[in-house]
């Protein structure tokens, strides 16, 4: 493989438990052990990478995750903005209570923390810039009927709605 990513969504033990379940350190683990076999193969692949889905549930835990990353070998974290609706933490938040579209200001400032931080640190963050989040953009009308970024990727995604089925997407 030329990549492999790995979606964890929370930076230390008590918030990856909470968004995702099972162990982090066995995820860290996993990541350490690939990484010390491409070492031993003198290659740089496959790239490790992270993709972590921003909210104000896990914000303050990637700075955790942004320490571990050089330690245990990942290469890159891409970070993007947390926002479906359909997941299990309800009834103990509500998704306006968890994603940052719905205060854009305080979001952007998380980013810059976070960009400034992986700076320090030299680790490498995808996008390389900010994907800034535009004022009110949850207030105009259309949302939900279109996609309100560019397509960039596509994701298969466990469905929620459906037990053991996945679907492929290009947006939320």
């Avoid at 491409?38 to 549930?57: H, Q």
Wanted: charged share 30%; proline share 3%.
């Amino acid at each position: 493989f030329d990549k492999l990513l790995f979606s964890i969504h929370g930076g230390d033990e008590e918030t990856y438990r909470k968004l995702q379940g099972g162990d982090i350190n066995r995820i860290f683990n996993t990541i350490d052990k690939i990484n010390k076999k491409r070492i031993e193969k003198g290659s740089i692949y496959p790239r490790l990478g992270v993709n972590f889905a921003l909210n104000k549930v896990n914000a303050k835990s990637i700075f955790n995750l942004i320490d571990k990353a050089n330690e245990i070998g990942i290469d890159y974290i891409h970070v993007q903005h947390y926002y479906d609706a359909r997941n299990a933490m309800e009834p103990e938040y509500k998704i306006k209570d968890v994603s940052y579209h719905y205060d854009p200001e305080e979001g952007n400032n998380m980013l810059d923390d976070i960009y400034a931080y992986t700076k320090e640190k030299k680790v490498e963050l995808f996008p390389k810039e900010p994907l800034y989040l535009e004022k009110d953009l949850m207030t105009q009308s259309g949302v939900g009927e279109k996609c309100i970024e560019p397509w960039r990727s596509f994701k298969i995604k466990g469905c929620v709605e459906e037990e053991n089925t996945a679907y492929i997407g290009i947006c939320n």
